[in-house]
């Protein structure tokens, strides 16, 4: 990446990701509050949604951090890169159940027709997560998908080191 568009990357990731991040870090604080009302007995645990989407927005952020590295030359491990690539489908898997759980994929919230009530919101809480993610996976497309074939299918990727000769190809001379 030109480091004179850089600052571009940052802002794009600003305006995209501060509303959930700042929607993570409430819920952190409320975390303690949730945990305790789990231990309740009679409660029909109210509190679990919460927990659920405060645990896998961290990882979402957590991913997107993550990619920003990616598109500035970092080289994680095959194990880390795993643990990337699940962070940030955990962080979209997370924000398309809140928009489900939230009512806007559903049709509820729109029953009273496109108000600017529920546009603003639903954009900057999915709409712009969303593409932003989007983005960053294709700004790092190479490294980012660079154990795909290990994870998504099961194969093992080809042993990284010198290549193989192969047994058949009879050996060359020199004469």
Not at 21 to 46: M, N, R
Request: hydrophobic share 50%.
């Amino acid at each position: 990446m030109n480091p004179k568009y850089r600052w571009l990357l940052y802002v794009e990731v600003v305006v995209c990701f501060a509303l959930p991040t700042l929607d993570v870090l409430l819920g952190i604080l409320q975390l303690p509050g949730w945990i305790g009302d789990l231990f309740h007995p009679g409660d029909e645990h109210s509190s679990l949604p919460g927990i659920l989407y405060t645990v896998s927005g961290a990882l979402g952020v957590w991913g997107v951090v993550g990619m920003l590295r990616l598109t500035h030359g970092w080289r994680p491990r095959r194990k880390g890169l795993r643990v990337l690539q699940i962070s940030v489908a955990v962080g979209a898997a997370a924000v398309l159940l809140f928009a489900l759980n939230i009512g806007f994929l559903t049709g509820e919230v729109w029953e009273d027709g496109v108000t600017p009530g529920t546009v603003i919101p639903f954009a900057l809480l999915v709409v712009l997560p969303l593409a932003g993610t989007v983005h960053l996976v294709f700004l790092a497309r190479r490294q980012f998908l660079s154990a795909a074939p290990d994870l998504l299918l099961g194969q093992p990727l080809p042993e990284e080191g010198p290549p193989k000769v192969c047994a058949s190809r009879p050996k060359q001379s020199n004469f």
